[in-house]
């Protein structure tokens, strides 16, 4: 089974300020990482995903995220945040080996950003 | 349809009525999954179906909680004899599994059902 951790509950930011929300993951087998937002209000939709290939993947609004599988991590970053960033992410993880893995979330992290 | 379409879109309901929620998933999509989203919390699993594999329910919080999946395809949860802690958005999810294309194992999420038991 694979398990996700956001140790970051809620990270207020100012405008223009670089991000970083960290991601950390727990598996025997090899994965695939995803982040997905959730604006106020609305529903979840991917951010971005990495399946293999480059460990930096970009995703959208500027959004990237940066697979280090020694670190077992997959922290999202953005050089410079924006008003409409204000939201909540969250980590997912699912195991490509055995059967049935179902796709993992994190507790979220709750993105505020200030004027 | 084009998306995960999820119904009722809001429901209301006393303590101890049973109460049925609907999910239509993205045609052709083998994975459906349920999850539970109360206020200020995140997302709790509750059930994942994958094609004919038996269905992944380890997170229904009790007995009262059940779901099942026709056919492949429409899936309800039902939630028998509701308690005001079972108020909370219910969300639908469903995608492609296994390998390529890149568009497998990304989750489509319906709008949610939001449950009030009063």
């Known amino acids: 089974a694979q398990s996700v951790t956001q140790l970051d509950s809620q990270v207020p930011v100012f405008e223009e300020a670089p991000v970083e929300l960290r991601c950390n993951y727990s598996?025997?087998?090899?994965?695939?990482l995803f982040w997905y937002v959730q604006y106020p209000n609305q529903g979840l939709q991917l951010l971005l995903k990495?399946?293999?290939?480059?460990?930096l993947v970009k995703g959208i609004n500027g959004f990237e995220a940066e697979f280090n599988k020694s670190q077992t991590s997959f922290h999202l970053r953005k050089p410079s945040v924006h008003i409409s960033d204000t939201a909540e992410y969250f980590c997912?993880?699912?195991?490509?080996?055995?059967?049935?893995?179902?796709?993992?979330f994190g507790t979220g992290t709750q993105l505020k950003v200030e004027l | 349809g084009a998306g995960v379409s999820q119904s009722p879109s809001n429901k209301v309901t006393e303590k101890g009525k049973d109460v049925e929620l609907r999910c239509d998933p993205i045609?052709?999509?083998?994975?459906l999954y349920w999850y539970r989203q109360s206020l200020g919390q995140g997302l709790e699993f509750l059930i994942y179906?994958?094609?004919?594999?038996?269905?992944?329910k380890s997170g229904l919080p009790s007995d009262r909680f059940s779901a099942e999946r026709t056919g492949g395809s429409v899936s309800t949860l039902t939630i028998q004899r509701t308690q005001q802690e079972d108020s909370a958005v219910y969300l639908c999810?469903?995608?492609?599994?296994?390998?390529?294309?890149?568009?497998?194992?990304?989750?489509?999420f319906g709008a949610g059902s939001r449950l009030t038991v009063l």
């Open positions: 999810a469903s995608s492609l599994e296994g390998g390529p294309p890149s568009g497998a194992n990304v989750l489509t």
């Open positions: 598996s025997s087998v090899s994965v695939y």
């Open positions: 990495y399946l293999s290939g480059s460990t």
């Open positions: 997912a993880v699912k195991g490509l080996t055995g059967g049935g893995n179902k796709l993992t």
């Open positions: 045609s052709g999509h083998t994975a």
């Open positions: 179906f994958q094609g004919n594999s038996a269905p992944d």
